[in-house]
Nanobody
C-alpha cells in the first residue's frame, strides 16, 4: 500500500501563487508515476500534471502549461505542484495520485490522497 497526504491548498487572489505538496509513504518503490488531478464542483476529475520518480519526466494539461510546475524530491518521496498566475478556473479540490504504470486517466491510478482545496478569487 501507498499513503498520500496533500497539503498547501488555500484561498488566493487571481494572479497569485500556491505550492502544493504530496508526501508519499509505504511501498512507494512500487509506483512509477505521480500526478496531480483536480475536480471542480459539478465537473469530472481532470488530469493536471504528472512526473516520473526515476527520471523526472513531466507532462501537463494544456491549460496549465507555463503556469504550473510539478517536481519531486526522491529522498523525501514528496511531489510538489507550484502554481503561478492562478485563475478562478483553477479552483477545485486537488488530488495527488500514484500509478504503478503510466497514463493520464484517473482510473489508471492506484492510490489517491484525500485532496486539498484550492480557491482562486477574481
Amino acid at each position: 500500500q501507498v499513503q498520500l497526504v496533500e497539503s498547501g491548498g488555500g484561498l488566493v487572489q487571481a494572479g497569485g501563487s500556491l505550492r502544493l505538496s504530496c508526501a508519499a509513504s509505504g511501498r512507494t518503490f512500487s509506483t512509477r508515476l505521480m500526478a496531480w488531478f483536480r475536480q471542480a464542483p459539478g465537473k469530472e476529475r481532470e488530469f493536471v500534471a504528472s512526473i516520473s520518480w526515476r527520471i523526472g519526466s513531466t507532462s501537463y494539461t494544456d491549460s496549465v502549461k507555463g503556469r504550473f510546475t510539478i517536481s519531486r524530491d526522491n529522498a523525501k518521496t514528496t511531489v510538489y505542484l507550484q502554481m503561478n498566475s492562478l485563475k478562478p478556473e483553477d479552483t477545485g479540490v486537488y488530488y495527488c495520485a500514484a500509478n504503478r504504470g503510466v497514463g493520464v486517466l484517473a482510473d489508471q491510478y492506484d492510490y489517491w490522497g484525500q485532496g486539498t482545496q484550492v480557491t482562486v478569487s477574481s
